[in-house]
């Protein structure tokens, strides 16, 4: 039989996977919950999310080890920090799969993403953070119809001052801005606006970066609004990105 196609990678969908994984985070360490109790496992979770919460992240071995765990097939989907722990570990290997090709693994760790954010949601419905993962998921599947920015919305009316989710929303949305409904194009400007003056600035400039000509123009009609010294900091940080 000839082998199965790779998936067709569009730009905005490598730019929205990219993102995602940004969401989990960029720097590898080693460490598992294979072998210990339902109790030390939620625990432990917990403590993971933290981590990850700090851009760290996992190797592929012990994230896969952690997933397939009987510790972490028994969590209660009300345990939403442990819930959240497990979704960060998992996004990263959805975007290896989609890059490599393995189509099977890819449209699995995607279903598997859904059903645990939606059931974190049955019992935490105001989690920012699974309504913008659900919003991420939505978009790969080509431009992000009404439905899909809905779920952006959630994101945005659960949690829209907190920086955490902020850094990680912009990233996840910046891709579609050009086409995302007047209402949520303003809510994505100001918090790339607003991360940048509040210090926060990295994230902006990798957004910008990556952004398209037409949708630097949009960023660069906010950035001339801000003070003299966020400008300097956020010109400092492109040139640092841009230099790595």
């Known amino acids: 039989m000839p082998p199965a196609p790779k ?50 992240t996992f190797s592929r071995t012990t994230s ?26 998992e996004i990263p290997l959805a975007d290896t799969a989609l890059r490599s090709g393995a189509v099977q693994e890819f449209d699995q760790r995607n279903r598997s993403l859904e059903t645990r954010a939606r059931q974190t949601l049955g019992c935490t419905p105001r989690d920012s953070f699974v309504w913008l993962l659900l919003f991420g998921l939505e978009t790969q599947h080509g431009i992000p119809n009404e439905h899909a920015f809905d779920l952006l919305a959630m994101s945005y009316e659960t949690s829209p001052n907190e920086a955490w989710i902020a850094i990680r929303r912009i990233v996840v949305a910046m891709p579609v801005v050009r086409v995302a409904p007047e209402p949520i194009q303003q809510k994505v400007l100001a918090e790339f606006q607003n991360l940048i003056r509040h210090g926060f600035v990295e994230m902006p400039a990798r957004s910008y970066l990556d952004a398209s000509a037409s949708t630097r123009s949009l960023l660069q009609s906010r950035i001339d609004l801000l003070d003299s010294r966020s400008q300097a900091n956020f010109s400092e940080a492109l040139q640092k990105q841009q230099r790595s």
């Open 64 to 89: 896969i080890a952690t997933l397939e765990s009987a510790a972490a097939q028994d969590l209660s989907p009300c345990d939403n920090h442990a819930q959240r722990a497990l979704m960060l570990m």
């Open 7 to 56: 998936p067709r990678v569009s730009f905005r969908t490598l730019a929205l996977l990219r993102g995602l994984t940004v969401v989990a985070g960029c720097v590898g360490f080693f460490w598992g919950i294979t072998h210990i109790a339902r109790g030390e496992a939620s625990d432990s979770l917990w403590d993971m999310e933290a981590r990850l919460l700090q851009f760290e």
